[in-house]
């Protein structure tokens, strides 16, 4: 019976990749499995299931037998988002400077090292306490403007949450999926906060380490002028 439960979870999880077009490492899979399992217990059941013939390593990564070789698209996807986290940096500089905002980390197929040709940059954005509305509407504005030089794919905020409410009301295998992916890269004390205030990604992810698949050098920014206008903002609109 256990056996047959971790044969279902793999293969349930390759099948879920496999429709994004993305094998994983033997790492993620044990990352990203819905059951609770050891390394060792997971390398066993790949190999029988190489010897069934239900999976196959292509390079590194695991795949369903039944599935094309995907491993030199995942390559090269990997690399491309390797190069795009890399040079996100500048992206975060900025929105890090608006108004409210505590905290930013890269989320979407980014965060989990997928990025196509027309791949785009997305966040996940922590805000001041009761100030989130203000704080999305005022990078939303901003967003409009790159358009004008093309830079909107760089400025993807896909979310906000307000730093008083920290638990995510969705609780799923695919919200805790993308909370656990996430990569911190401002305000990383606040992102702890965030992991820690939904701890229930635990039941659906038992085997994450609540790392992400690669981390990237914290942005620090000190400004006065974001100072400045949170103050006036907090008059203005109590």
């Known amino acids: 019976l256990w056996r047959s439960n971790l044969k279902y979870y793999i293969l349930h999880i390759l ?3 496999a ?3 993305h094998p994983l490492t033997q790492h993620e899979l ?5 059951t609770a399992t050891t390394t060792e217990q997971l390398q066993m059941e790949i190999e029988v299931l190489r010897e069934e013939g239900e999976i196959v390593f292509h390079n590194k990564y695991l795949q369903r037998s039944v599935d094309e070789d995907l491993s030199v698209l995942r390559t090269q996807k990997e690399k491309r988002a390797l190069e795009m986290i890399e040079g996100s940096s500048i992206y975060t500089r900025i929105i890090s400077k608006f108004p409210f905002v505590r905290s930013v980390s890269i989320s979407g197929s980014l965060s989990k090292l997928s990025a196509g040709p027309n791949a785009d940059l997305d966040f996940f954005i922590v805000t001041a306490k009761d100030r989130l509305w203000t704080c999305r509407t005022l990078l939303h504005i ?4 790159t358009f004008i030089t093309g830079h909107q794919n760089f400025f993807c905020m896909n979310y906000f949450v307000d730093e008083a409410h920290l638990s995510l009301p969705f609780e799923s295998f695919y919200t805790a999926l993308e909370l656990q992916t996430l990569i911190p890269v401002y305000g990383n004390t606040m992102h702890n906060r965030l992991k820690i ?9 038992p085997n994450h380490t609540g790392e992400p698949l690669v981390r990237t ?6 400004s006065w002028v974001k100072a400045f206008l949170e103050m006036v903002l907090n008059l203005v609109f109590p």
């Open 217 to 222: 050098s914290e942005v620090f920014t000190k």
């Open 197 to 205: 205030e939904n701890n229930w990604t635990s039941q659906y992810l």
């Open 19 to 21: 429709l994004f077009k």
């Open 142 to 145: 901003f967003k409009k403007l």
């Open 15 to 17: 099948r879920y990749f």
């Open 30 to 34: 044990h990352m990203f499995l819905n």
